[in-house]
């Protein structure tokens, strides 16, 4: 979303801060409050409908998306992801450290957090290289089907390293070959859908990851704090 909102709808780093606020402070707030519910649902109930409110944010989100998005829609997408990513990251926390023994409660917390940290880098170069990979495929089968480019066209251009650019810089690259202004149109054209379509493509790709996710959700403990059997390692679920 931010490498959308920047490249796309060309707003600067600190506008593309600003529109991702809302999803940030979703996260945190959530994160927090999240807590009141664990004397209400389990483990395994909050983690099912973590993953499902993220389903759900990201299929509204590939949904409403277009080029000229009103912001309205994406926040309520991006409002909905946010809540069920910040039930799971307290979720998370609270399961590792009732799970462990007193003693080992410190390490768990670093290595948790490290493992997130991990996580949200690994898992933003995989979302990446898949969004550039979508339009990559898209954008050259679009080519391939234009009657307008011609192969003399195509191969001005550098079609081995397609990338979400702009439109505008798309038309400076092409105003340097020897395309006609009918070109250049059909190339923006290409662009703006193939940009669109891998962005909607990859969404719903994430959203049935996070959908897959509830079957392991299922694993996780299925009692409320005053439950937890006397064998277990904590006596209570500890907030974070």
């Known amino acids: 979303m931010p490498l959308y909102i920047q490249i796309v709808q060309g707003r600067s780093p600190l506008a593309t801060a600003i529109a991702m606020m809302p999803f940030n402070l979703t996260v945190f707030f959530t994160a927090m409050l999240i807590v009141n519910v664990y004397d209400r649902l389990t483990p395994r109930q909050i983690g099912r409908y973590g993953f499902l409110l993220c389903t759900v944010g990201l299929v509204w989100l590939a949904v409403v998306v277009r080029n000229d998005w009103s912001e ?37 917390g670093s290595l948790r957090g490290t493992t997130q940290n991990l996580a949200a880098a690994v898992g933003t170069a995989v979302a990446g290289a898949l969004l550039v990979g979508l339009l990559s495929a898209i954008a050259l089968s679009s080519i391939a089907a234009s009657p307008v480019l011609p192969k003399e066209i195509q191969s001005q251009v550098d079609l081995d390293n397609i990338t979400f650019v702009s439109n505008d810089r798309l038309r400076s690259v092409m105003e340097g070959t020897t395309a006609t ?60």
């Not at 450290?97 to 080992?104: F, H, I, N």
């Open 72 to 108: 309205i829609p994406v926040l309520i997408g991006l409002v909905l992801f946010g809540i069920g990513q910040g039930s799971l990251v307290t979720l998370l926390f609270n399961v590792l450290v009732t799970a462990s023994p007193k003693e080992l409660a410190g390490d768990v």
């Open 181 to 240: 202004p009918q070109q250049v149109e059909e190339a923006v054209r290409v662009n703006t859908e193939a940009r669109l379509r891998a962005l909607k493509i990859g969404l719903l790709i994430m959203a049935g990851l996070a959908l897959l996710a509830i079957i392991p959700a299922g694993r996780l403990p299925n009692y409320l704090p005053g439950e937890i059997p006397s064998d277990a390692p904590g006596t209570r679920l500890r907030s974070g």
